[in-house]
Nanobody
Framework: VQLQASGGGLVQAGGSLRLSCATA????????MNWYRQAPGKQREWVAA???????NYADSVKGRFTISRHNAKNTLYLQMNSLKPEDTAVYYC???????????WGQGTQVTVSS
């Protein structure tokens, strides 16, 4: 399974971006798809998840501003980011978790920079 993230860029505070993550390969026993991010000098942190049943969960820091979704026919994961803040600046990674036992697949990351 391969994941390709895109859609990052430079945006002013208060602006919006939509990240995409295209997946290729056979997906079986899907547990969830997730977005993570890693800011300079910080550990990678979980941002949002969408389960195989399409339930969604968000980190408190992005709740109400970010929306995760999945287009099954296009095999693509999205992250709509609104009301962006400078503290959202990070490299964003898409993640697919599947299989027994669970295994994580990662995309290459896309840079999001929010200027104040």
């Amino acid at each position: 399974v391969q994941l390709q993230a895109s859609g990052g860029g430079l945006v002013q505070a208060g602006g919006s971006l939509r990240l995409s993550c295209a997946t290729a390969g056979s997906i079986k026993n899907l547990d969830s798809m997730n977005w993570y991010r890693q800011a300079p000098g910080k550990q990678r942190e979980w941002v949002a998840a969408i389960t195989s049943g399409a339930s969604t969960n968000y980190a408190d820091s992005v709740k109400g501003r970010f929306t995760i979704s999945r287009h099954n026919a296009k095999n693509t994961l999205y992250l709509q980011m609104n009301s962006l803040k400078p503290e959202d600046t990070a490299v964003y990674y898409c993640n697919l978790r599947m299989g027994y036992p669970l295994y994580d697949y990662w995309g290459q990351g896309t840079q999001v920079t929010v200027s104040s």
